[in-house]
């Protein structure tokens, strides 16, 4: 039996479970790959089986055999949004919400809304229908995960602005990859099956050259595989996982915190454990005497921190590497991930930095500089 005809029957299962809808995500190393046509063929297979299901958003890019599927399935109407005198389309999602399907299908997840939306980002579209017990299926390119930012910008040369959040396909009942071999998918690309014939210049220049969609395709499978592990490893209740967390410090004014949290994100994602994020505050970083640009750069990496998935602690100390390594102590820390210091060279002859006294005093833990240029650790 074809392993992708069984998949809308195990899904159906999920489904029917629960008040709460239930989550299925494609994952592809990069658009062509296939993942809108997968979507609309389990659409028709569970129609087929009697679900009420609904094209909440499709997007066939113009693909003629993509845009076929569409036909026989119920499509909710888009809205119509004008900002700045043009005028463009997006999901209702309102409408999705009052014709309540019992699964809904929605392309383009990592896609950026227009002002006014009821939510800034579709997946959080998606996050509402959830709670509101309406099951998706959806599909992202695996270079659009948060923690994946940073390394796309080595490989690729390219900087991805719209990105969902590693914890919405943590959280997924389901995780399919979608992979298509490199010399098939450029042989997609110059048929003219993925974008127009003057993007394709482009797009063999960043994402489709051979190295990067061959790194691309490496990271979607073990994003998957891990994704699977990590649910295995996931039985209640978790105490193995109390003796091996995972630690991120976290500075008031690091220029690499966003880096720094990313790739604590994936190194606890690939151990299956959890994760903190601890900030020290010193009485000179007091709220009423640290400057405000230091404070709002300090909100936005514990929000980015957050929405990463890890549990974010500040402590109060005069001594924040004492204070970091009795946290990690106490909290069943195995692991501690700091970024390297920037301290001018003779701050460190006279003075030791709180890198070199973590290592000096986290006696029994493992510690892991992270530098700027490189990918991090990986266990």
């Known amino acids: 039996m074809n392993p992708a005809r069984s998949r809308p029957a195990d899904f159906l299962e999920l489904v029917e479970r629960g008040r709460r809808g239930r989550l299925k995500v494609y994952v592809g190393s990069a658009a062509g790959v296939g993942k809108t046509y997968r979507m609309l063929e389990e659409a028709h297979a569970l129609k087929l089986r009697g679900v009420d299901i609904a094209l909440a958003w499709i997007e ?30 997006d999901m209702d999602t309102e409408a999705v919400l009052v014709r309540r399907p019992q699964v809904a299908v929605v392309d383009e997840l990592a896609h950026t809304n227009p002002p006014g939306s009821r939510h800034t ?10 709670e509101a017990g309406i099951s998706v299926v959806c599909a992202v390119n695996v270079q659009h995960l948060e923690s994946l930012n940073d390394l796309l910008e080595r490989i690729a040369d390219l900087k991805v602005h719209e990105t969902v959040p590693d914890t ?38 960043h994402v489709f050259r051979r190295d990067c969609l061959a790194s691309l395709r490496e990271l979607a499978l073990r994003e998957v595989a891990e ?34 949290l ?56 005069k001594d924040p590497v004492a204070a970091l390594v009795d946290f990690a102590r106490s909290h069943g820390v195995a692991t501690i991930l700091a970024g390297r210091s920037r301290r001018p060279w003779w701050k460190r002859v006279l003075r030791r930095s709180p890198v070199e006294r973590l290592f000096a005093e ?17 266990p």
């Open 262 to 317: 990313r790739r604590g994100s994936r190194f606890a994602g690939r151990l299956a454990t959890d994760w903190f994020v601890v900030y020290v505050e010193t009485p000179g970083e007091a709220p009423d005497r640290i400057r405000p640009e230091i404070q709002r750069t300090l909100v936005e990496n514990v929000e980015k921190a957050r929405e990463l998935g890890a549990e974010v602690v500040r402590l109060k100390s």
């Open 121 to 130: 980002r579709r997946y959080q579209d998606v996050l509402a229908l959830l």
């Open 362 to 378: 986290a006696e029994g833990l493992d510690l892991y500089v992270v530098a700027e240029e490189d990918e991090g650790p990986r």
């Open 168 to 205: 919405f396909v943590k959280n997924a009942d389901q995780v399919v990859d979608i992979d298509l071999a490199v010399e098939d998918l450029l042989d997609r690309l110059h048929s003219g099956k993925i974008y127009p014939a003057e993007k394709i210049p482009w797009a063999l220049a």
């Open 227 to 260: 994704t699977l592990d990590r649910r295995d490893l996931q039985t209640p209740p978790k105490p193995a996982q109390v003796s091996g967390r995972v630690m991120v410090c976290l500075s008031s004014l690091s220029p690499r915190a966003l880096a720094l």
């Open 60 to 89: 066939p890019h113009g693909r003629a055999e993509t845009a076929a599927l569409v036909d026989g399935l119920e499509v909710v109407p888009r809205r119509r949004v004008e900002y700045l005198g043009v005028v463009a389309e």
